[in-house]
């Protein structure tokens, strides 16, 4: 069984920046591919942004592209999310995720690929 925790998330104007982390335990991390989703009020859980096990193949929803930037660092069971030129349409909580995928450098933008869930981190973008 994995443990996520999700955080970093908070308040910022149009055009911050902020850095989301996902902290992992109680599994082998190297195993897992992890995504990021976002949910806000009323709306579906999308995708946002997906790693490989490898960190070799990234995927990012297409109005994220450019601003958003996922990353990992296995020595310390974590990945991050730096979110850049926030506009008020990013607000949401957002979600890691972790699955093991087919190989070591698939991604995946399916809620379903992934079995573990982060609590959540609500990001929100003031005008």
């Known amino acids: 069984q994995v443990q996520l925790v999700d955080s970093g998330g908070g308040l910022v104007q149009a055009g911050g920046s902020l850095s989301l982390s996902c902290a992992a335990s109680?599994?082998?991390?190297?195993?897992?591919?992890v995504g990021w989703f976002r949910q806000a009020p009323g709306k579906e859980r999308e995708f946002v942004a997906a790693?490989?096990?490898?960190?070799?193949?990234?995927e990012y929803a297409d109005s994220v592209k450019g601003r958003f930037t996922i990353s990992r660092e296995d020595t310390k069971n974590t990945v991050y999310l730096q979110m850049n030129s926030l506009n008020p349409e990013d607000t949401a909580a957002y979600y890691c995720?972790?699955?093991?995928?087919?190989?070591?450098?698939?991604?995946?933008?399916?809620?379903?690929?992934?079995?573990?869930w982060g609590q959540g981190t609500q990001v929100t973008v003031s005008s």
């Open positions: 109680g599994g082998t991390f190297t195993r897992y591919s």
């Open positions: 790693i490989s096990r490898n960190g070799g193949s990234t």
């Open positions: 995720a972790a699955g093991r995928l087919v190989n070591s450098f698939t991604v995946s933008q399916s809620r379903s690929s992934y079995d573990y």
